[in-house]
């Protein structure tokens, strides 16, 4: 029978990313999401389905249609749209990932299979108190400075533990089999050129670049020296899969940081002016906003993720945005 992979908040920015790789490959993906998907990448589905995952009724009976082998569950309120609404955001985040978990362990179990289950934290799952711990720790590992100040980071991290738990020890694992195979990668900043960003806080880097490739002024919503972890997008698609296909006794942790570069805001703007001359960037500072970006950490230690599984970017910053960034959106803008 083929693989069907599932991929919940399909029309999100990395469910975008990820889809557009894996339409490469004969796999046959099933997309969830709430929000209609965009109409270019809705034929490179084999089905979508338009669905909340707090429905777990309506879950329920998908599962039951489809055995999937791996799911790549990224449908999340991200940290700012979850600030302005955390009931709801706890609901999508944290019920929304417990029916999924919870339905993937149940139907494997029925089929006597195993699922993968691939989920992206973020570093927001961080706080590091105050700007002199954030100056001064910066490489911060997996197991440290786990004090979230935000919805979004708080869900983000209890889900780790919640994967992780039902996949090792839900309902004392009957016959010591394990049904669910939980996976999780934490994310910086993610830099699309495919998609602009809804909801996040890091959104300051690529709505900088989108704008001024749409010849539109904008107002960075954090100072200039705000520093955290950004990545290209194919680099992201790259971690989910590459942790997905890695064999389960290379992996030494449930949860693994990835990184590759940190920049400040002010570094993102001379790169954006470098390729958009007339850009017109100002800063106007969010309070809000800036207290969560000061809160994450400058840097994380990938190690762990580089010695288990071979994790490596291939874009760094200045090729993220000559290589990546830069062409894909003129195209985008010029169109
Ligand atoms: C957010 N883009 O801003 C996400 C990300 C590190 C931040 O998790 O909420």
């Known amino acids: 029978m083929d693989k069907i992979i599932l991929i919940t908040g399909v029309s999100g920015e990395v469910g975008i990313g990820l889809l557009d ?25 084999f089905k979508f389905i338009k669905l909340d995952i707090t429905d777990s009724g309506e879950l329920d009976k998908l599962f039951a249609k489809y055995k999937f082998d791996t799911i790549y ?27 999924l978990l919870t339905l993937a362990n149940k139907y494997a179990q029925k089929r006597k299979s195993v699922t993968k289950f691939i989920f992206p934290s973020t570093i927001a799952v961080y706080g590091m108190g105050n700007l002199k711990n954030k100056n001064k720790f910066t490489s911060v590992k997996e197991n440290e400075f786990l004090t979230p100040i935000t919805m979004y980071g708080v869900n ?11 996949s090792n020890y839900y309902k004392l694992l009957e016959n010591n089999k394990r049904y669910l195979d939980f996976r999780a ?22 709505e900088m670049i989108h704008y001024a490739a749409k010849g539109e002024s904008y107002a960075c ?10 990545m290209a997008m194919p680099d992201a698609v790259n971690a989910l899969l590459t942790i997905a296909s890695s064999s389960k006794n290379r992996l ?84």
């Open 73 to 99: 569950h990224l449908a999340a309120l991200l940290s700012t749209s979850a600030e302005k609404n955390p009931e709801n955001a706890h609901k999508i985040n944290v019920d929304g990932t417990f029916n």
């Open 185 to 206: 990668v934490r994310f910086p900043g993610l830099l699309s050129a495919l998609t602009t960003p809804t909801g996040g806080t890091s959104d300051y880097a690529p």
């Open 21 to 45: 790789k894996l339409s490469k490959s004969t796999t046959k993906v099933v997309g969830l999401d709430v929000n209609e998907v965009n109409k270019d990448y809705r034929n490179k589905l």
């Open 252 to 335: 030494t942790q449930y949860v693994y940081n990835v990184a590759s570069f940190s920049v400040s805001a002010d570094e993102i703007k001379k790169q954006v002016e470098k390729y958009f001359p007339g850009a017109k960037i100002s800063y106007r500072i969010d309070a809000k906003r800036q207290s969560i970006v000061d809160s994450w950490p400058q840097s994380t230690n990938d190690q762990a993720a580089r010695r288990d599984w071979n994790w490596k970017p291939k874009y760094t910053f200045s090729k993220t945005f000559g290589e990546y960034l830069i062409p894909t959106i003129k195209l985008k803008y010029q169109k």
């Open 221 to 230: 919503f954090v100072r200039n020296t705000s520093t955290i972890g950004f």
């Open 156 to 166: 983000k991290l209890y889900c780790e533990s919640l994967g992780n738990y039902i």
